[in-house]
């Protein structure tokens, strides 16, 4: 594996970060309305507070290998704050924390291929070379892609929870995040989505 850091490792810890960012803001929000206790040092453990910059801690080595695991890791954490937090929380009150989160990062008022942009910039979709989402339409006003194969679910299924509940809260994540755009997310399930302008 070659030694260099390019622009691609970069944008993909990036990815990583924006994830640990969306698992703080659960955790933060939880603290603050008592789910769970400042001294739950087993909740406390699935979040990462701040990364340190990536050419400092990547094995410059076993790139690809390092930042996959690094992925591992983020999901799994994620998946199992979340699953703790449903025992204590109702689905709909994590959706609305996930749009919230999703506001603090709005697209803007951009055009359709580049609200698309700005979500495959933020969202983990596994490594580069897995090609998770294919676009199926693109014009002016409406962009199409469909998630080929569920690369979450069993991060999910692994912390006893229920992969359900990932998709739901990155919808709402989406929404948040389009909000005030002029631009709407239509989900037809979990694995097919589509921005459109709003009329």
Same mark, same amino acid.
């Given at each position: 594996m070659s030694s260099f850091l390019g622009p691609i490792h970069f944008w993909l810890y990036d990815k990583i970060k924006f994830q640990e960012s969306l698992a703080l803001h659960f955790y933060d929000f939880a603290l603050k309305n008592g789910w769970i206790d400042s001294s739950d040092s087993a909740s406390a453990s699935l979040v990462?507070?701040? *990364? %340190? %910059? *990536?050419?400092? $801690?990547?094995?410059t080595l076993n790139i690809h290998g390092w930042l996959q695991e690094r992925i591992h890791d983020a999901e799994s954490r994620y998946a199992k704050l979340i699953t703790r937090l449903t025992g204590k929380i109702q689905s $709909?009150? *994590?959706?609305?924390?996930?749009?919230?989160?999703?506001?603090?990062?709005p697209v803007g008022k951009v055009p359709v291929r580049e609200a698309y942009k700005i979500f495959e910039d933020s969202f983990l979709n596994g490594m580069p070379c897995d090609r998770v989402n294919v676009i199926t339409q693109k014009d002016d006003f409406c962009i199409?892609?469909?998630?080929?194969?569920?690369?979450?679910?069993?991060y999910w299924l692994n912390a006893g929870g229920c992969p359900e509940i990932y998709y739901k809260l990155r919808k709402n994540v989406m929404s948040g995040m389009l909000n005030g755009s002029g631009l709407a997310l239509e989900n037809f399930d979990y694995l097919h989505y589509a921005i459109k302008k709003e009329n």
């Open positions: 990462k507070k701040e *990364l %340190p %910059p *990536l050419e400092d $801690s990547i094995d $709909s009150e *994590l959706e609305k924390i996930a749009f919230e989160f999703g506001k603090m990062h199409g892609w469909e998630q080929t194969q569920d690369i979450h679910g069993a």
